[in-house]
């Protein structure tokens, strides 16, 4: 606190609980907010730079690697991009198990933050391993129903972090009828467990806080969107992926180093699970519609904190979904399709567990990537994020300082942000100091 | 009888993409039975709670890519009796050193718009290039059951059993067809540490080397095999350069088939 008592600083060096590092600074200056920053400190790593020169067929396990939370959306947008630039579609089964390993990582990443890093912030725990020791039946539920999704993974991927067996063009081998059979029984568990996990969520106590957010995510005609769709918005948006660039652009900003993704004309926006729930409710199966409905939810939401119910209620879809294509799964002769490389550009635009991920390549004839870019959820939403900063402190400042700075480290914790993802592309750094 | 103090453990990361201490909550069996053992002191993707060092065991995933992690590394040695590195980031400085094989400022210039402000250094290189390290595992990510056996030996003070040898060996054990003899599939399993289970030729697919170089690898010789089935000598450098494409066998590998 400065000597004349007017101006302070909340300040949380090292931001816990979410992927990847950051910390928060905001500044209040005679009781109004002056400045606030979500600083990344994660160094960053230049993949859009190393993948050129890399054969296209290598994008899905490279860009993997920007992210062990959530590698399968990084290989769908990449294979999606790159089916889309050599001129080829998957469909049928290989669409169908695409889908099974999506859900797959929705469950293992929304249990993963609902359970162990979100609910802690409403029941009062520096930890899910903390929270375990006064309850540890909820713990297991959580861990058990995040190993459901880890078990899908494996199944189908290889493995749960950076998954083998996903190809440009399908998979290096799909799983018989057997083998998925046995996956049924646990799901049946998991939906149950997703649907206590909605009625549980819905019951902890929300501050009163809501945003009008431009929301943007995928639609599908039949499907919640997962690989495919396109962008739409509730703000008149609606647009082919291809056309992502001419609608969005990353600019700089004055209070910091990074530069914030803004739809052109209209500012920031928001990508995610509220996104996603607002734009698509009607796409959710009769149970996840009726079991939002019971804890609360309208067919939209736009306190953050309610993010913690509305994962939940994706997991739930996701459980449900995946014990749709497992009871219906009829394996392809084969496993992926032939390709050719060509001469060409790509998109790819598909529903990570925290928002759109997009990929652009320009190949070669050769198929060797000549450009890349790379556009991960988090760096989308993160001046949404600050936004929101700006707009909650103020009504709060009556609370001592370490209960305003937790307040808004939950705040941030909504977004359940990964900044590992964003980092390599945030353009943003911190001035060395 | 006074009741003995749980070992704290600690979790830091450098340049890496977390999954490598995701690992330890994917272990979703054993987690709370390995929290009952051990003070989780300083593990911030999963909890706010922040004890002091010293520390008994300290993991470390990632790189050494600027100054600042440089000096950072240096105070974790400081307060950590074991230093473990877990993954290929940590182990060989991961996909992340392809920049050791560029030209970093050329990098920066494409991939940001204000390259003044990017504060990173030339090379990603691996924690025991910087400090002591008291024991290795190798992966990309590394393996479940690699980890809980170096944190079951740490815990019972034996040493862990990480066996050097090589993908080909595991494969056997899996009773998997060699990819590279029946089906004539490009494979590097015959020079990468075990440690996965042998996983991609089981899902038909060549090893791409996420454990990094066994013991004495022959890269030469699986080279020469790799280019009589008719793998060019690019495509021979880029599967040489990726996830430790600076374990220094890799490297030289890599460097060999250079055009």
Redesign the interface.
């Known amino acids: 606190m400065s000597p004349s008592g007017r101006t302070k600083s909340l300040s949380v060096p ?8 950051g910390g928060l600074y905001v500044k209040l200056k005679h009781g109004a907010v002056s400045e606030v920053r979500l600083q990344i400190y ?9 993948l ?1 020169g ?2 296209f067929s ?1 994008a899905p ?2 860009t993997a ?5 959530c ?1 399968v959306a990084y290989q769908m947008s990449a294979a999606h991009a790159m089916e889309d630039a050599l001129g080829v579609k998957v469909e049928g089964p290989l669409r169908e198990l695409r889908r099974l390993l999506y859900c797959g990582e929705w469950i293992e990443s929304h249990a ?1 933050h609902v359970y ?2 979100h609910a802690p912030d409403f029941l009062g725990y ?5 929270m ?1 020791r006064d309850h ?1 039946e909820l ?2 539920r959580g ?2 129903l ?2 459901i999704g ?1 078990q899908l993974m494996t199944l189908v991927g ?5 998954p ?2 996903v ?1 440009v063009g399908g998979f ?2 799909v799983p018989s009828r057997e083998e998925l059979r046995p996956l049924a029984e646990s799901l049946r568990w998991a939906r149950d467990a997703a649907l206590d996990t909605v009625r549980w969520t819905a019951g902890f106590e929300f501050p009163d806080f809501e945003s009008d957010y431009e929301f943007v995510a995928l639609r599908h005609e039949r499907e919640y969107p997962m690989n495919e769709g396109r962008l739409v918005s509730n703000k008149g948006l609606d647009i082919a992926i291809s056309e992502y660039t001419e609608h969005f652009r ?1 600019e ?1 900003v004055p209070h910091s ?1 990074a ?1 914030h993704s803004v739809r052109k004309g209209h500012g920031c926006y928001l990508v995610g699970p509220l996104a996603r729930y607002g734009l698509n409710f009607d796409r959710l199966t009769p149970l996840a519609q009726q079991a939002a409905r019971e804890a609360g939810l309208q067919p939209v939401c736009r306190n953050p904190f309610q993010s913690i119910v509305v994962r939940s209620v994706e997991a739930l879809y996701a459980c449900e979904e995946a014990l749709r294509i497992v009871e219906s799964w009829d394996p392809p002769a084969r ?1 992926a399709l032939e390709l050719t490389p060509r001469e060409g550009v790509g998109h790819g635009c598909t529903e990570a567990p925290r928002g759109i991920l997009y990929h652009r390549y320009r190949l070669d004839s050769e198929g060797l990537i000549r450009e890349a870019t790379i556009i991960p959820p988090t760096s989308q939403n993160q001046k949404t994020i600050e936004n929101d900063l700006w707009r909650f402190v103020p009504g709060r400042l009556e609370l001592a300082q370490p209960e305003l700075t937790l307040r808004c ?1 939950q705040l941030v914790r909504n977004y359940d942000p ?1 900044i ?1 993802c964003a980092t ?2 945030l ?1 943003l ?1 911190l ?2 100091q | 009888m006074a009741v003995p103090r749980r070992p704290k453990l600690a979790v830091f990361k450098f340049a890496s993409c977390d999954g490598c201490q995701l690992s330890l909550l994917d272990c979703e069996d054993e987690l709370l039975a390995v929290a009952g053992r051990v003070e989780i002191a300083n593990f911030l993707e999963a909890s706010r709670a922040v004890a002091k060092g010293p520390y008994d065991m300290t993991l470390v995933e990632g790189s050494i890519t600027t100054a600042h992690d440089a000096e950072r590394i240096r105070e974790v040695r400081s307060v950590s009796r074991l230093l473990v590195t877990i993954g290929a980031c940590a182990t060989a400085g991961g996909i992340q050193a392809l920049r050791n094989f560029g030209d970093v400022r050329e990098f920066i210039a494409t991939v940001y718009a204000t390259p003044e402000y990017i504060d990173t250094l030339e090379t990603s290189t691996p924690i025991a290039q910087h400090v002591k390290v008291d024991l290795e595992l190798r992966g990309c990510p590394v393996s479940k059951a690699q980890l809980l056996e170096a944190l079951g030996a740490v815990l019972h003070g034996r040493k862990p059993n990480l066996p050097t040898y090589s993908v080909c060996v595991e494969c056997k054990r899996r009773g998997t067809p060699c990819l590279m003899v029946a089906g004539g599939t490009p494979c590097l399993g015959p020079v990468t540490q075990s440690g996965c289970g042998a996983l991609c030729p089981a899902y038909t697919r060549g090893c791409y080397g996420c454990f990094g170089p066994a013991e004495s690898p022959n890269t030469a010789s699986l080279g020469r095999l790799w280019q009589q089935l008719g793998v060019s000598r690019p495509d021979l450098v880029r599967a040489f350069r990726t996830f430790n494409a600076h374990a220094p066998a890799f490297q030289a590998a890599s460097q060999a088939h250079e055009p």
């Open positions: 090292a931001l816990a609980r979410v992927e990847g590092e994660e160094p960053p790593r230049f993949f859009e730079a190393f050129r890399r054969r290598e396990d490279i690697r920007i992210c062990g939370i590698p993963l162990l890093l520096e930890s899910g391993i903390h375990a540890a713990v297991q861990l058990r995040k190993k880890n290889g493995r749960e972090i950076h083998v067996s190809c290096y081998r990353e700089q180093n530069l496993p480290e990964c590992s390599h592309f353009k750094t001035d060395s």
